[in-house]
């Protein structure tokens, strides 16, 4: 792949469903996303992740697939999915898709004829047992909902392995018509011209639990086929991965370059928020050191927080307790023991100077940034709601019934809109913000673009740059001979940075919290405000 498109990509991710109403029904649907293309592109986005859209029962968000070469009937038909992806090309706009083939729902009618008739060639399609093992606490992806992995089904006179909900049983991988079945879904998306695909629960597909004679090799090798596969339909599409996993697990997903090309960088967020708690940058700088080396042609996804919760559970015990202390100190806003369910604006107290560090930590640290709706106009939770539908309320485009995200009644929206409080709609909007030159969205496309401009960041490679002052992290990001340099004071008070190098000299401002004087040519000291930011372009001295 000569085109690495997706290094220096602008991601926004949505769901259908709560992103823009065209019929009055209460449900986003595909024409509501159409006509918010222009918006899109406005901003900045040349990359759109859309989360599952196929007809579901819709007992987990969708990612209980019922048929996947369908569309959702509530969001449209598969012409007005073609419609769609052919008004996204016009406008630049590149989209992958959520694949989701750990498991199925249960309504599906491979699960339907598997349970039904156990000479049925799909029954070897999900994992059976007549009598499995006691699950293990660690394996329970749902604590709160599920105490097994293992469901008994009395038509089967068996149990069927699910790490998610019981109504979303797991897809045997073993089995080579699974995979098969798996790359036609693929290939049919391919043809209908999406650019890739957001891989659902990864680690999940490749454990092999419960399968008989299953060989953990075999199962990683499906990850080679699918690239294989992939790259062989469309040249440059690309296979993003879900894999919340350890430093040491990583290679599995990236290996020589010839699986995943893009993970989640999970790790990394974890540490950023640890370090936002401390106001100091060493958890941030650990965690950037803690990123194993990956091949060229792969890259890491950078977020601040997407559709589930803010998941911690790559740290200590004691540092999770650090955050939620700082960032979600009721227990009614944390979620599995392990997360928060959150989004940003309310996490920082409304603080506009931390919100804009935390966004321009995104736009800089090394890899690509993702966006999730409503974050460029610093959209809030609803924590009256369950679970993680405390953050997947619906968009808010203006202060008129419903954040003009519907013409419905409000009893009958797919989501609820946030009303009341500081968040609200009337508050918090799309056409309020556009209006005010000093708003977060005004401030997110100014940064997109400055960040369209330096593909040193998502390309290059990165140093940590040693200074002088423990709140602050200093690293610049090098590719074909140039250099572009962000420095950021996660702490509340003011402060100058010298640096410890003396091979940097002539720092040009590219973007910053403010207008600061020119440094001179050989300065190595950088004066930042409390949560400041700047970005510079470099001239390096080469000794």
């Known amino acids: 792949?000569?085109?690495?498109?997706?290094k220096n990509a602008i991601v926004y991710s949505l769901d259908v469903e709560t992103f823009m109403d065209s019929d009055g029904d209460g449900v986003g649907d595909f024409q509501g996303l159409i006509n918010r293309l222009d918006y899109l592109s406005a901003l900045g986005i040349t990359c759109l992740w859309l989360l599952p859209f196929y007809s579901s029962p819709n007992r987990d968000n969708g990612y209980d697939v019922m048929d996947y070469y369908n569309i959702d009937p509530r969001l449209g038909t598969l012409g007005d999915f073609v419609e769609f992806m052919h008004q996204a090309r016009e406008r630049g706009i590149r989209v992958p898709i959520d694949l989701v083939v750990n498991h199925t729902s249960n309504q599906h009618p491979w699960f339907v004829a598997a349970k039904s008739d156990k000479n049925s060639k799909y029954r070897n399609y999900y994992v059976w047992s007549e009598n499995p093992p006691k699950t293990a606490p660690e394996l329970l992806v749902f604590p709160d909902a599920e105490d097994s992995i293992w469901e008994y089904d009395e038509q089967a006179n068996a149990y069927y392995l699910h790490h998610f909900y019981k109504e979303q049983p797991d897809l045997n991988i073993a089995n080579p018509a699974v995979r098969e079945e798996i790359c036609k879904i693929m290939g049919f998306w391919l043809e209908l011209g999406v650019s890739g695909f957001r891989i659902d629960a990864v680690p999940f597909l490749i454990k092999g639990i419960g399968i008989e004679g299953a060989d953990p090799?075999?199962?990683?090798?499906?990850?080679?086929?699918?690239?294989?596969?992939?790259?062989?339909?469309?040249g440059d599409a690309v296979l993003l991965a879900e894999a919340n996993v350890d430093r040491e697990q990583i290679p599995v997903y990236f290996a020589k370059g010839d699986r995943m090309h893009i993970l989640f960088n999970f790790l990394l967020n974890q540490h950023l928020f640890l370090a936002l708690a401390r106001q100091e940058s060493t958890a941030l700088r650990d965690g950037l050191k803690t990123l194993p080396d990956i091949p060229a042609i792969c890259q890491w996804l950078n977020f601040v927080r997407h559709h589930d919760e803010l998941t911690l559970d790559r740290i200590t015990s004691s540092e999770r307790e650090e955050i939620f202390a700082a960032f979600a100190p009721e227990k009614t806003m944390q979620i599995f023991g392990r997360g928060i369910r959150r989004r940003l604006p309310p996490m920082m107290g409304g603080d506009r100077r931390r919100i804009e560090l935390i966004y321009s930590l995104l736009f800089t640290l090394p890899g690509t940034p993702m966006l999730r709706y409503g974050e460029e106009i610093g959209m809030g939770d609803d924590l009256s709601l369950e679970g993680r539908d405390s953050?997947?309320?619906v968009m808010q485009w203006s202060d008129a019934a419903n954040g003009r995200f519907s013409t419905a009644a409000t009893d009958a929206l797919a989501r609820p809109a946030i009303a009341n409080g500081e968040y609200g709609y009337k508050q918090v909007n799309v056409v309020a913000a556009q209006r005010d030159p000093a708003s977060l969205i005004?401030?997110?496309?100014?940064?997109?673009?400055?960040?369209?401009q330096c593909p040193e960041l998502g390309r290059g490679k990165w140093?940590?740059?040693?200074?002088?002052?423990?709140?602050?992290?200093?690293?610049?990001?090098?590719?074909?001979?140039?250099?572009?340099m962000a420095v950021h004071n996660l702490a509340d008070k003011p402060c100058t940075a010298t640096l410890k190098s003396n091979e940097y000299s002539h720092l040009f401002d590219l973007f910053g919290d403010r207008l600061y004087e020119p440094l001179g040519?050989?300065?190595?000291?950088i004066p930042l405000e409390a949560y400041g930011y700047r970005w510079f372009r470099v001239n390096r001295i080469l000794g």
Request: hydrophobic share 35%; net charge negative.
């Open 217 to 234: 090799e075999n199962l990683r090798g499906f990850l080679e086929e699918m690239r294989e596969f992939v790259s062989s339909r469309q």
């Open 521 to 525: 040519p050989d300065s190595p000291s």
């Open 1 to 6: 792949m000569k085109d690495l498109w997706y």
């Open 442 to 452: 005004n401030w997110m496309e100014r940064a997109i673009s400055i960040r369209k």
């Open 463 to 484: 140093h940590i740059l040693e200074t002088d002052s423990p709140s602050v992290l200093a690293h610049c990001c090098d590719w074909q001979g140039r250099t572009v």
């Open 391 to 393: 953050v997947r309320t």
